[in-house]
């Protein structure tokens, strides 16, 4: 028996060693060529001479619209189609998650031809359309499942305590499924964040690109300068992985609140 535990313990680490070897290695491969052909100064180059912080501030930009306007957009319409009652509810909650099975080649051409009618192509609404109905199923789905999880009994306490639904639903539901609500801002910082196809064809102007775009610019100018490149996509990645270190408990906790039911 004792044999047996610890074999699975012994199982158990290997694989974990893997899963986090499978997730470093690649970030050691971009550092280690971030470094060739100049060491330090590849960094120096990319952060003085090109002008990056635009294209962090475009980035950061477009991201927080992004992210307030689907986390907002979630929150009520998971609200509603966990704890209302109305008709068809369960077909406009199908209906939008039909969404999750639109990939966003699909909609690239039509998206372009209507924002180039509407005079919208090189600004950031030809963006942010795109990525609110791509990024807001999938979050609406984790937000929905968060209140699934909560209590009908407290929003009936709260109702019969002269509560209106939508007082009791951000000051009792939200900070109950702040988890899963978190969650959805961290999804939607890293699916706007790191979205390129959209930014490379809908932005223009080389004051408006927003950072994923730089990598490609870099290519088309340097070549073979790899340094330069890794440099760059490392740069990228660092709000990406400081975000999530520092929201990481949130993820666990929202997919555990979404997995629990009344």
């Given at each position: 028996m004792k044999k047996t535990e610890a074999m699975k313990k012994i199982v158990t680490y290997?694989?974990?060693?893997?899963?986090?070897?499978?997730?470093?290695?690649?970030?050691?491969?971009?550092?280690y060529g971030s470094l060739k052909g100049g060491g330090i100064k590849n960094y120096i180059d990319v952060l003085t001479n090109y002008h990056i912080e635009m294209y962090f501030k475009n980035s950061i930009f477009v991201t927080v619209i992004v992210v307030v306007m689907v986390v907002f957009m979630d929150i009520l319409a998971g609200f509603a189609l966990s704890k209302l009652q109305f008709p068809g509810k369960n077909f406009i909650y199908v209906f939008l998650l039909s969404a999750l099975l639109l990939p966003a080649a699909a909609i690239m051409v039509p998206v372009f031809q209507i924002s180039s009618k509407l005079g919208i192509l090189n600004t950031y609404i030809s963006l942010v359309g795109p990525y609110v109905v791509l990024i807001a199923p999938f979050n609406l789905l984790t937000v929905k499942n968060g209140f699934d999880a909560l209590p009908n009994t407290v929003l009936e306490a709260a109702l019969i305590d002269g509560c209106s639904t939508f007082?009791?639903?951000?000051?009792?539901?939200?900070?109950?499924?702040?988890p899963s609500i978190m969650?959805?801002?961290?999804?939607?910082?890293?699916?706007?964040?790191?979205?390129?196809?959209?930014?490379?064809?809908?932005?223009?102007?080389?004051?408006?690109?927003?950072?994923?775009?730089?990598?490609?610019?870099?290519?088309?100018?340097?070549?073979?300068?790899?340094?330069?490149?890794?440099?760059?996509?490392?740069?990228?990645?660092?709000?990406?992985?400081?975000?999530?270190?520092?929201?990481?408990?949130?993820?666990?906790?929202?997919?555990?609140?979404?997995?629990?039911?009344?």
């Amino acid at each position: 028996m004792k044999k047996t535990e610890a074999m699975k313990k012994i199982v158990t680490y290997l694989i974990t060693l893997l899963l986090i070897a499978i997730i470093l290695i690649p970030i050691l491969i971009l550092i280690y060529g971030s470094l060739k052909g100049g060491g330090i100064k590849n960094y120096i180059d990319v952060l003085t001479n090109y002008h990056i912080e635009m294209y962090f501030k475009n980035s950061i930009f477009v991201t927080v619209i992004v992210v307030v306007m689907v986390v907002f957009m979630d929150i009520l319409a998971g609200f509603a189609l966990s704890k209302l009652q109305f008709p068809g509810k369960n077909f406009i909650y199908v209906f939008l998650l039909s969404a999750l099975l639109l990939p966003a080649a699909a909609i690239m051409v039509p998206v372009f031809q209507i924002s180039s009618k509407l005079g919208i192509l090189n600004t950031y609404i030809s963006l942010v359309g795109p990525y609110v109905v791509l990024i807001a199923p999938f979050n609406l789905l984790t937000v929905k499942n968060g209140f699934d999880a909560l209590p009908n009994t407290v929003l009936e306490a709260a109702l019969i305590d002269g509560c209106s639904t939508f007082k009791a639903l951000w000051k009792i539901a939200v900070p109950m499924c702040r988890p899963s609500i978190m969650m959805a801002v961290i999804w939607t910082f890293l699916s706007s964040w790191n979205e390129y196809l959209f930014a490379s064809i809908m932005l223009r102007e080389e004051s408006m690109m927003t950072i994923t775009v730089i990598p490609t610019k870099f290519q088309q100018m340097y070549g073979g300068n790899t340094g330069k490149l890794f440099a760059s996509l490392f740069i990228i990645i660092i709000p990406v992985m400081i975000v999530y270190f520092i929201l990481q408990k949130f993820v666990t906790s929202g997919m555990n609140d979404g997995a629990v039911k009344e």
